[in-house]
């Protein structure tokens, strides 16, 4: 068993789509309109293109707003995203305009750093550090 897809709720998908590829780097890979404005619309990382994929999915189910609202509300990233350098990728992305909520901050056993992603989700950046705990 493996991770071939995962999600994340955006407000709206050419935004996000914008945000995700020109801002973060990801590289489109599926753009299927579904009818409307909503599409199949996901994004891979451009060091593994056969990787897993990240399915920027329409917010519209009522259930949504709630959870996303008190997520972002207690400050809990909603996606976490693997960085070999997070002071790197801060550096990089407030130069790019991304609003961090908490800057790189050593937990010990890794670096984390937290952003707005613009489409109403927050961000956790984590580069994990070698050793005992871990591989």
Not at 28 to 43: A, E, F, Q, R
Not at 65 to 80: C, F, K, M, S, T
Request: glycine content about 8%; hydrophobic content about 40%.
């Amino acid at each position: 068993m493996r991770i071939n897809l995962t999600s994340v709720f955006v407000d709206d998908q050419r935004a996000a789509l914008a945000f995700y590829t020109d801002v973060l780097g990801f590289t489109k890979h599926h753009d299927i309109p579904l009818g409307g404005d909503n599409s199949w619309l996901t994004v891979v990382s451009p060091e593994s293109p056969d990787g897993p994929e990240l399915l920027l999915e329409p917010c519209g189910h009522p259930a949504v707003q709630p959870y996303r609202n008190a997520l972002v509300e207690d400050g809990i990233p909603l996606v976490q995203f693997a960085v070999d350098d997070v002071e790197a990728e801060h550096a990089r992305l407030t130069a790019a305009g991304v609003v961090f909520t908490q800057p790189p901050t050593d937990i010990g056993t890794a670096v984390i750093a937290v952003f707005d992603d613009t489409c109403g989700n927050l961000v956790q950046l984590v580069a994990e550090k070698a050793g005992a705990d871990n591989p």
